[in-house]
Each structure stands twice: as structure tokens, then as C-alpha cells.
């Protein structure tokens, strides 16, 4: 049985390290939308609940600074 290392690309590499990196401040996000929605419920802040108008923000300020802040990151740019 052989152990070598399959052969990669450098834009599949770098690629692949940019997603895996972006997956943790995105799951942060995630919870933080969760979290939101669940303290709107549970205090009966409002009789409906518009969900885009909750969730935009969301969308528009924090899931663009952590694609941001990895495709600068000195690990991901081999």
C-alpha cells in the first residue's frame, strides 16, 4: 500500500484552506442569527416578526468581514 500525497493544485490548496476558514466565523454568524430570532421570540419584542428585516443586517455586515479577513490571512496565501 502506498502512502504518497495525492497531487493537488495550488488554486484547489488554497481553495479549499480559504472555505475550511471561512467556516468558523460563518457558523459565529450563523449562531448569532439563531440567537437573535430567539431573543426577539422569547421577549415578545414584536407581535410579527419580519424576518428580513432581522436577518439583512446579518447578511450585509457580518458575513463579508470574515471572507474578508481570511483571503487576507498569511496562512491561507501560499
Known amino acids: 500500500m502506498s502512502h504518497r500525497a495525492t497531487p493537488l493544485r495550488a488554486f484547489a490548496y488554497t481553495f479549499g484552506k480559504f472555505l ?17 430570532l430567539v431573543m ?26 470574515p471572507a474578508g479577513a481570511v483571503a487576507r490571512h498569511p496562512l491561507t496565501n501560499h
Do not use: C, K, W
Not at 41 to 54: F, K, M, S, T, Y
Open 40 to 65: 426577539v421570540v422569547v421577549r415578545g419584542e414584536a407581535p410579527g416578526i419580519d424576518l428580513a428585516a432581522l436577518y439583512l443586517p446579518i447578511l450585509l455586515s457580518t458575513l463579508p468581514m
Open 20 to 36: 475550511s476558514n471561512l467556516m468558523v466565523p460563518t457558523a459565529m454568524a450563523l449562531a448569532l442569527a439563531v440567537t437573535a
